[in-house]
């Protein structure tokens, strides 16, 4: 088997969500047993896979398999058996887009077998244990932490092409990457895209509403226009199903910081509500008035 070879650069264009919360003690509590991990062919060499948590990214090929995310360590054996069912090949890398355990909760055990690469960011906060929304954590084990960190960027030469994955600011939190497969024209984004939906922002952690659209906006300036996007949690999509929710993202952003200039409190923002084109959207895990929340702290 061909080895990849790693490449530090910079770049220029830098359904399970309530697991997002619960810490690692608790999430190994969930019956996973009903969980189906299902796979499905984006383009290329890259596949993904959905089941409890966030979006798996696959790259498989003659080098072997790459995997963007793992979700849950009691779905290991699930993930193992959808990857098999794409490609023979061995595990080699797992990329982590952020550090939330419905995204790296695999890590424990995959780690022990592939290298783990994420922003530097994400090690510091599975070393520590970070908690979300107040919520406490266990530090993650040494398996489970990246072994290749970086601050702007890294290249993975795997599978027939540049897999370029680079760090987005002030996001979903302070530790988001996005992970674009060259060849194939594919980019996953973790959290910082929920398809369809309001995302989670976790302030507490470094994420910011007004960061997150700058970022989004500056994926788009330089994203094909036919390129399929996966998303951190929602259905395969499309640049322009990207473009929609960059612009909800500067609607939303620009009605409360409004309120906020006009001096109403965010009690009297949320009463107002968020322009009505996106009243669907606060259906999911974040409904409105925590989407105008996160927004009102951000700025």
């Given amino acids: 088997m061909t080895r990849p070879t790693l490449r530090i650069r910079s ?37 993904m896979l959905t089941g409890a948590g966030g979006n798996i990214g696959v790259s498989a090929g003659e080098d072997g398999i790459l995997i963007v995310d793992d979700q849950f360590a009691p ?12 490609s023979p090949g061995d595990l080699e890398f797992v990329v982590n887009t952020h550090f939330h355990f419905d995204h790296t909760g695999g890590n424990v055990i995959f780690g022990k077998e592939a290298l783990i690469v994420a922003h530097t960011n994400v090690r510091k906060r599975l070393a520590e244990g970070a908690g979300v929304r107040g919520r ?45 497969f060259t060849e194939s024209n594919v980019v996953h984004l973790g ?71 006009a001096g109403k409190s965010v009690e009297e923002i949320q009463a107002a509500g968020l322009p009505e084109e996106w009243s669907g959207w606060g259906s999911g895990f974040i409904n409105e008035s925590v989407f105008i929340t996160s927004i009102h702290e951000s700025l």
């Fill in 136 to 180: 406490p954590a266990e530090p993650a084990p040494k398996e489970a932490l990246p072994v290749v960190t970086y601050d702007d960027g890294v290249s993975i030469h795997f599978n027939g092409e540049e897999i370029m994955i680079g760090h987005l600011t002030g996001g979903h939190t302070d530790g988001d990457s996005y992970i674009y």
């Fill in 11 to 47: 770049f220029a264009f830098a359904a399970g969500m309530a697991a997002v919360l619960l810490a690692a003690p608790a999430a190994s509590q969930q019956d996973f047993s009903a969980v189906e991990v299902t796979g499905e062919h984006v383009s290329g060499a890259v596949h």
């Fill in 75 to 86: 779905l290991a054996d699930k993930i193992r058996a959808a990857l098999a069912a794409i």
């Fill in 191 to 261: 959290d910082q895209f929920f398809a369809g939906r309001f995302p989670f922002v976790d302030v507490g952690n470094g994420g910011n509403a007004v960061g997150l659209r700058d970022s989004i906006g500056e994926v788009l300036e330089h994203l094909p226009a036919d390129a399929k996007v996966i998303p951190g949690h929602g259905p395969l999509s499309s640049v322009d199903d990207l473009k929609t929710y960059h612009r909800m993202l500067v609607e939303c952003v620009a009605a409360v910081k409004a309120g906020k200039a």
